[in-house]
């Protein structure tokens, strides 16, 4: 299939397809439009070329990484520069990141894990028996999110966050939430517009540098 012949929306001049999504869910929106325009469709979001897939065959063959590679966000890239999945992978921050993660992935890392895990399963039973709200519906996002914090946090990091114990969360989390709506945002505007913007950029920034200290931080405890 040609570029040209894969499904498109209807695009704007200047805007594109930047209007096809709502910057709080647009998860939604690629649902919605995988379900008008099939499992593999363009977008111009704007003026920047997108190719959407949601067919697992597909995706199969696009996770193939001795046939592709990987194109970072640009927008991600200009906050956290070169990280793991910012990176690209001719740079060495990508190489040493990789090093560093893969054998956490490898069958005995797995195994070493698996001790954490069930301490914030049982973590998680534990609170959920001491709810007093059983009338009330259960916010599974807000769970699902501390069951993940507590479980990266463990072991990745040896780190308990104690958000299974307490009704608080961490404050990176709301920080990092308000970047990726940010992001979201900006990824919907010219570039243009997204340079004008200088007051919501700087403040980009600063949450960016927040969750730096909060990751020097943790991992100066770990080396301590």
Not at 16 to 43: K, M, N, S, T, W
Not at 126 to 136: A, K, M, N, T, Y
Not at 147 to 153: F, H
Not at 207 to 219: K, L, V, W
């Amino acid at each position: 299939m040609a570029y040209e012949e894969i499904p498109h929306p209807r695009s704007l001049p200047l805007l594109g397809d930047g209007l096809q999504f709502h910057a709080e869910v647009p998860y939604d929106d690629l649902l919605r439009l995988a379900d008008e325009l099939g499992p593999i469709y363009r977008l111009s979001i704007p003026g920047r070329p997108f190719i959407i897939v949601s067919h697992p065959d597909a995706i199969a063959e696009i996770a193939n990484d001795d046939r592709w590679d990987k194109v970072p966000s640009i927008l991600m890239r200009e906050l956290v520069h070169d990280g793991l999945v910012t990176a690209h992978t001719t740079e060495p921050n990508w190489g040493k990141a990789n090093r560093l993660a893969t054998p956490a992935f490898t069958s005995s890392g797995l195994k070493a894990s698996y001790p954490g895990i069930a301490e914030v399963g049982y973590q998680t039973v534990e609170r959920l028996l001491r709810r007093d709200d059983f009338d009330q519906d259960l916010d599974v996002g807000d769970l699902s999110l501390r069951v993940t914090l507590e479980a990266i946090g463990i072991t990745g990091f040896g780190h308990r966050f104690g958000t299974l114990y307490s009704s608080e969360l961490p404050s990176f989390i709301p920080t990092f939430t308000t970047i990726m709506q940010m992001v979201f945002k900006k990824a919907r505007e010219p570039v243009v517009v997204q340079r004008l913007r200088r007051r919501r950029n700087a403040k980009e920034l600063e949450h960016a540098e927040q969750i730096f200290a909060f990751a020097d931080r943790m991992i100066a405890a770990r080396r301590a």
